[in-house]
């Protein structure tokens, strides 16, 4: 297992600054490791700002900080619930570029912090997030690795969502003498409650809403009607919702020009009308 | 005589110095690059624009709504690295989310959480999601939507806003 000094030292110091209101008032109770010194009345903040400004004490200074936050809040000591949002997590579900002593490929899965992170969005435990809270993991979509591993775990739990269970034949299996990734895989046999949250396009009420913002903002320039709407919609790949910001904040907002760059005829009422 | 055209008065063809503008200073360009800039006084300002409060966090009410940011919780957001520079943040006056049913149910497991920690006897509870879909379609924004959540009920807010970073060779590692 390895540490990453570096990234967890920029971990804390994005905690430290963002959270600075409530970790001032957090004060501490355990003990603290020989190397970590702080005075009396220490707080939590003042611990995570040790790490980020010293990056070999922040492996030790998260250990610690993260032991504090899960300690059961009381009339004495109160502890907020946390939230751990992670973006772009495919990247953790397989083969990094780093190398091992003995030249071999180190899994994303043999970061300490990465395996931290991961069990807390798959495995519940007892002692960790004691005061409950919420881990929640986006997945990339323009900057994602080619994982099997992971589409089958993505999978799983969409079918598991779907009340497939995983003696039925349509529960979704790696390919037979395929190699999978086990410790992604395995991954799922350690919850039952992480749930999968697939976003779609937009739904014709929330396209209106949208566009109704861009139009009041001054950047889109059609009255909102229904076939507006649903122009958008087609569009956009069915209402995805970034490429239907690319094209509502487009200076011109106009649907004729739009539907040429993409190849499609005006619609008819502007045809009659140029 | 015949030294005539040798001497220092004949003709020279000058060296045309062009003026070449200094390059930006190091670092510049990618400050310019990585800028998020969260408002545009061009814009309008949208007149009785509601802002994402944890009253009506969880309000299906509000879907197909956009909901603007709490004026406090852009400093927070800014310092997580919530905002990233791909999402038109500096077409509008100020910055604002579009409530969809994921946000919705997002919010009702919040209220869920905090519900939880309030009935002491039954432990807190823990919501875990992964959330997926194609490019675009708004997965960190549902992040980010999350994190304000968090923010405005009182939460410790822990984010990575780049997983690939934790992975790449860049960065030192130790056994």
Partial sequence: MYIQPHLTSELLSRMAYSNQAVLKKLKLVGKLPADLKLGNNATLHSLAMLGAENHTLAWPVWQTLWK????????KNARPSVLIAIDSVNHWMGPTKYRSAEYNTIHAQQFNMIKHLTRLLFA???????NGGMVIAATSGSNSPSLPSLDILLRQLAARAAGTAMTDPNFPMPQPYSKPDQRVLSLFKDTDETTLTTLKGLSRLETRGLLDYFAKGGIFKESITDTVVGQMRGLSGGGIVGEMAKFGTRTSGNVAVHLSSAGLPAPSSERITA | MQNKFREARSAKIKKKTKDRPRPPPIGERKAQRKRIVLSNTNALEIAGLEDLNPTNMA?????GQVLGIQGDLLDNLRDAKAFKTTQNWNMFRRPATLVREETVS?????????????????????????VSGERASGKSIHLLQAMSMAYMNGWIVINVPEGQWLQLIHVSVMC
């Fill in chain 1, 68 to 75: 504090e936050l899960n300690t059961r809040a009381d009339s």
């Fill in chain 1, 124 to 130: 519940q435990s007892e002692d960790e997030l004691a």
């Fill in chain 2, 59 to 63: 309000d299906t009410e509000k879907i």
């Fill in chain 2, 106 to 130: 997002l919010g009702q497991h919040v209220r869920d959480v905090i519900d939880s920690q309030q009935n002491q006897g039954l432990g807190a509870k823990v919501a875990r999601q992964v």
